[in-house]
């Protein structure tokens, strides 16, 4: 329910007030990447807030784990179990661009060559696989409470759809969103062609991250309306296709960092 409420407003907030000009073949767009939804939910999505929720209610009905070990109240175990999942998605999204095997699945996301809500989606099935033992590793170890889990799934469903979103914010309200949130127009600029830029950016919910670490770039070099968005080498419309999107990982072995 909550994703199809945020994919509903920002969808309509895309065609009332568009940060860019509108991509033309944007309804095709959504079909293709909204059926690779339909794809991995058929497959790993809908283990995504469920398994990593049960797993965190065994172990922390076993009391081991780092939040159990730290004796602090139940909201408090919340709260950090929220942005420690966060904290986890950031390194994560690193590695996938750091590691050539990696890079090569999460390159799906990246070829959308026009950005809107429903490239927050647009994920391979082998990378959410992956995601997914890699979040339960992690709630192993932290072992939050199962609401915070269910609370971070949302949160970062929900930002994922909104900072691909391509909606205009007032420079003051962009500003001040940026200070918990990480917004459309600082996501962008992770999704530049420009390989200095797509290695910049790489918090999903919060903006943090990219600050302590020295990722963060404010904006584009480019401006938001005169950059180019997408891959070099996936330019062409038939790696829109599902099709191509699914074979993408298995395509130009040489070209796999760009």
Known sequence: MVFMATAMVLGLWEVLSPRRTQDP???????????????????LRVLFPILPALLAATVQARGVGLLPLLHISWGLQVILGVVLLDAA???QHRAFHKWAFLWRLHRMHHTDTSLDFTTGVRFHPLEIF???????????????????VLAFEIILNSAAMFNHANIFLLFPVDRLLRLFLVTPDMHRVHHSTDRVEMNRNFGFSFPWWDWIFTTYKDQPEEGHESMNIGLNIFRERK????????????????KTLQ
């Open 25 to 43: 073949d944007r309804k095709i767009r959504w079909t293709e990447n909204l059926g690779v939804v339909f794809l991995s939910s058929l497959t």
């Open 130 to 148: 992956l995601s997914l033992i890699f979040k339960l590793t992690v709630v192993v170890f932290i072992a939050p409470p199962p609401e915070a």
């Open 239 to 254: 790696y829109n296709s599902i099709f191509w999107l699914l074979a993408i990982p298995f395509v130009n072995p040489i």
């Open 89 to 91: 998605m950031y390194f």
